[in-house]
Nanobody, 115 residues
């Protein structure tokens, strides 16, 4: 069974940085893509960043240039480095790992950007 455990969320001031981590406790073999989504209250879940086969990366327009998705295969972990954080980045962030057989989600971690 695949389990995703997220960490790294918290409260940060505007302009600050956070790094989210998502560790896959199951096998990392066969992963087609890893991604971060976020959802704020009353808003639709949105894709923040995606890392797929061939190391192709995609970012939401709102975070491009500020956020970076990366992975460490040895640690079975995907990261989201978030810099120059804005209040509108406040949301619950979810890790998503896609296998050919389906996808799995982390438990979510709260990111709050406020002065």
């Amino acid at each position: 069974q695949v389990q995703l455990v997220e960490s790294g969320g918290g409260l940060v001031q505007p302009g600050g940085s956070l790094r989210l981590s998502c560790t896959v406790s199951g096998s990392i073999f066969g992963i087609l893509a890893m991604a971060w989504y976020r959802q704020a209250p009353g808003l639709q879940r949105e894709l923040v960043a995606r890392l797929s086969s061939g190391t192709s990366m995609n970012y939401a327009d709102s975070v491009r240039g500020r956020f970076t998705i990366s992975r460490n295969n040895a640690k079975n972990t995907v990261y989201l480095q978030m810099n120059s954080l804005k209040p509108e980045d406040t949301a619950v962030y979810y890790c998503n790992v896609i296998y050919r057989s389906g996808d799995y989600w982390g438990q979510g971690t709260q990111v709050t950007v406020s002065s």
